[in-house]
């Protein structure tokens, strides 16, 4: 598992207890002797006014294609959390380079750093 790969993981639910498989994008390799990693959340119910820690990935468009995304979804980085290896399923693709820049890029924005 590496930063800029994309996988299928159990992801918590904001405001309630439980957690729901979906694709989030790996930020870090694992943390601590607790295999951990920081993901992004990704989601196929793009806003109809994107927030600017928002990315859209169009998996029709050649930066976008690694991610083997099945349609139009939203990288959404202000929604982060840090899950056990266990809770990630499957591995579904990669970003690019250029688009891990821009991740890089909007968490910097983010996180005021």
């Given amino acids: 598992m590496l930063p800029g790969e994309i996988y299928l993981a159990n992801f918590p639910f904001g405001g309630s207890p439980g957690m729901k498989l979906r694709p989030v994008l790996l930020l870090t390799d694992t943390i601590g002797s607790v295999p951990e990693v920081l993901v992004a959340y990704i989601s196929s119910v793009v ?11 169009d998996p029709r468009q050649p930066e976008h294609r690694t991610t083997n995304l099945k349609t139009i979804s939203v990288l959404r980085l202000h929604k982060l959390a840090t899950i056990h290896g266990r809770s990630i399923a499957r591995r579904l693709g990669t970003i690019s380079p250029a688009v891990s820049l821009t991740v890089a890029e909007k968490l910097r924005t983010l996180l005021n750093l």
Avoid: Q, T
């Fill in 47 to 57: 806003p109809p006014h994107p927030l600017s820690s928002d990315l859209i990935l």
